[in-house]
């Protein structure tokens, strides 16, 4: 059996899947990217091996992506994040028909990725100004609101009055409006509900750039946050395609391609043979 693995090294978190010569998802990992990206990046990916039973040298092809991909040195190949995220999306959102559009938030930028019937990359467009809209400004409105990102959901579900108009477009600013609004009576789970809307009407203007068609499939580790699916849900009027885990879809498609890759060099050691 073959098995192939792929690294997304994000600006945030690093987002690690191991599979096998059939597709199946054996294992996956996230770890903070933190300074030390490629000794962080090791270890995390030795752990991984260890909890699905494998070895390194039982990896027939390391695929990475993602801002730090080059940083990896026992890497066979390096991908862009554009086209393992295409790979990834079309295979993980396979349950849901064809994927044709992606929404990609980040930690510190939003994608917006157009794929033709075939999964083929035909349109793109990123926002990285000033973080808004993307993880790092989700995080931060968690931190000043004292709660985890993992209690966003709960908290945008529980708000009772109007979400909390949030203008600012950086997240430096919003930081000064969130404080404002708390000191002007503004429950939390208002400030969340506003918060999620906010980043929804600025990812839909982005996402229109490239078009929007079904599957509509949203991924990255904001994808986890319940409050602002359904934030992007109302405002856009359609369902999003949301897999398991979505965060590890970009570091799935960069493993997908590491097979094509290592398939295709079988092939061509058979023919000279
Ligand atoms: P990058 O690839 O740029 O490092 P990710 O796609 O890994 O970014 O997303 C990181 C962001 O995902 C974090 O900043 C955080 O806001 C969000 N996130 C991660 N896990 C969760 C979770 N369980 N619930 C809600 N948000 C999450």
Excluded: W
């Excluded at 229109?208 to 509509?216: A, S």
């Amino acid at each position: 059996m073959n098995y192939y693995a792929g690294i997304d090294i994000g600006s945030t978190a690093i987002k690690l899947v191991v599979i096998d010569e059939e597709q199946n998802l054996l294992g996956s990992k996230v770890a903070a990217t933190g300074a030390l990206v490629e000794k962080n990046s090791m270890e995390a990916y030795r752990q991984l091996l260890t909890e699905v039973g494998l070895k390194e040298s039982d990896i027939s092809y390391l695929t990475t992506t993602g801002y730090g991909r080059k940083l990896i040195q026992s890497a066979d190949e390096t991908i862009s994040e554009i086209t393992a995220n295409a790979l990834g999306a079309r295979k993980m959102g396979e349950e849901f028909g064809v994927v044709r559009t992606i929404i990609n938030i980040g930690g510190q930028d939003t994608k917006a990725i157009s794929l033709d019937e075939h999964g083929t990359v035909v349109n793109f467009a990123m926002n990285d100004r000033c973080a808004a809209g993307t993880g790092r400004f989700l995080d931060m409105a968690a931190r000043n609101l004292e709660i985890s990102v993992e209690q966003l959901g709960e908290f945008h579900f529980n708000a009772k009055g109007t979400p909390a108009a949030v203008n600012a477009t950086c997240a430096v600013f919003a930081e000064s409006e969130i404080i404002g609004l708390l000191g002007g009576g503004h429950s939390r789970e208002e400030i969340v509900a506003g918060v999620h809307f906010s980043i929804a009407k600025r990812t839909i203007r982005l996402t229109k750039r490239v078009g929007i068609n079904d599957v509509l499939y949203f991924d990255g580790g904001p994808a986890l946050n319940k409050g602002l699916v359904a934030a992007i849900e109302d405002e856009l009027g359609k369902t999003l395609a949301i897999p398991k885990n979505p965060q590890v879809t970009t570091a799935f498609g960069a493993a997908l391609q590491g097979q094509e890759v290592h398939l295709f060099e079988l092939s061509e050691e058979r023919e000279q043979a």
